[in-house]
């Protein structure tokens, strides 16, 4: 091949990458509503009666379906190509937006099956194959591409959901029809994706990394498949490290309007406030990512777990002294670093156990998402039984505080 041809080959396979990367964030966008199940739940409480308890179970359901999604979307990868999943994953949220807007009322069960089941499982295995496609065609930017993709799926809640929650009251719309939306918007996006999305072929020219991120690493990347990672307590320590840091996130994330009004917010301020937290949530995804790029694996994990640890802090002052300025300080830490958990496990699993078993091994990294979400309703309980924030805050900042000592010690052999 001459020098023109490979330049051109390389021109064309970075246009496409880009058209992947911005398309497959749109996709992962209107993905992450299942997110926003707090805004969307109220309909079903209002016109059916179901107790908060049936729709925070269906909650439960959909992350966990989500996570059993990710399993079989990388497996269907590794037995078919990327296409399948984003295809399967499409129809299957279609069915299950568009089967919850004819639901017709009756026994709760069949929103488990419809909203929790079926468009859980649906978004789980494309969110996975698209997230580990997108990675092989950025080893150059691989941190970057990826917390563009969780940057969208996290900003789901705060721009579509609120769009959602806000159409749904209107006459002239009603649930019913937003969910009908939904299931159209989301289910062709993820198909037309399906169909353009592919892994790189050798004809595909792309950016070598430019050594910054590998110089940092003190061992040589080996390929491992899922079950040789699972004899790893590598994996083991980072998985108890991220159910750590995932249960702080979410625990605060939970409570954050509440906590706000209790440093002496007002109840605007304080939804200003979750606002912000949800904005610099959507940004930790990207610098997380940048940071890798640039500074390696050892630093990206670095950085999420002390800004963690500042962030408890920062909040457990404020509960401490009231301080609304030490509240606001915490919630914008708080987005960086939760944001960037996501993005933590991509990058942790690629350098540990490399490429060649991405997609099956990330699907297991990202299973701390179920315990984490347990544990977080410890600090809940400890929120209900003391009556104050300190404790939880307390508590929040020993955990992370544990998760970051676990990263920093643990080492590949």
Not at 281 to 301: H, L, P, T, Y
Not at 377 to 398: D, E, Q, R, W
Request: hydrophobic share 50%.
């Amino acid at each position: 091949m001459t020098n023109s041809e490979t330049t051109a080959h390389q021109g064309s396979a970075d246009q496409f990458r880009w058209t992947l990367l911005i398309f497959g964030t749109v996709c992962l966008l209107f993905a992450g509503i299942i997110y926003g199940w707090s805004i969307l739940k109220g309909s079903f409480a209002e016109e059916f009666g179901w107790s908060a308890g049936d729709l925070a179970t269906n909650y439960t359901i959909t992350i966990s379906l989500f996570c059993i999604g990710c399993i079989a979307g990388g497996f269907m990868m590794k037995k078919f190509s990327p296409r399948f999943p984003v295809i399967s994953g499409g129809i299957l949220v279609f069915a299950g937006f568009f089967l919850t807007s004819r639901l017709k009322g009756g026994s709760v069960v069949s929103l488990f099956l419809t909203y929790g089941v079926l468009a859980g499982l649906g978004i789980g295995m494309a969110y996975n194959a698209i997230l580990a496609t997108l990675g092989a065609w950025f080893p150059d930017k691989k941190g970057f591409a990826s917390g563009c993709l969780m940057m969208g799926f996290g900003a789901s809640t705060l721009i579509l959901g609120n769009i959602a929650g806000s159409l749904m009251v209107k006459p002239s719309f009603g649930w019913r029809k937003v969910f009908l939306i939904l299931a159209v918007c989301t289910g062709v996006l993820l198909v037309i994706m399906g169909l353009l999305i592919r892994l790189p072929g050798p004809e595909d020219h792309l950016p070598a990394p430019d050594g910054t991120s590998s110089r940092k690493e003190d061992f040589e990347t080996v390929d491992m498949t899922t079950g040789q990672m699972l004899t790893r307590p590598s994996f083991w320590k980072f998985f108890a490290a991220m159910v750590l840091l995932g249960a702080g996130g979410s625990s605060v994330i939970s409570f954050a309007r509440d906590f706000s009004i209790s440093v002496g917010t007002t109840a605007a301020t304080a939804g200003l406030f979750v606002g912000i937290l949800s904005i610099f949530n959507g940004f930790g995804r990207i610098i997380a990512g940048s940071v890798f790029d640039r500074f390696g694996r050892k630093a990206c994990m670095v950085y999420v777990g002390a800004v963690t640890l500042a962030s408890n802090l920062l909040c457990l002052g404020a509960a401490l002294t009231g301080s609304v300025m030490l509240c606001l300080l915490g919630y914008c830490a708080i987005g960086l670093s939760y944001g960037g958990n996501t993005n933590v496990v991509s990058v942790f699993i690629t350098a540990f156990y490399g490429n060649k078993y991405y997609a099956q091994n990330l699907s297991l990294g990202l299973l701390t998402i179920m315990p984490a979400s347990i544990l977080a309703k410890f600090s809940t309980t400890l929120l209900t039984v003391t009556g104050a924030y300190v404790i939880p805050f307390a508590v929040l900042t020993c955990y992370a505080a544990a998760a970051m000592a676990l990263n920093l010690g643990n080492r590949r052999p």
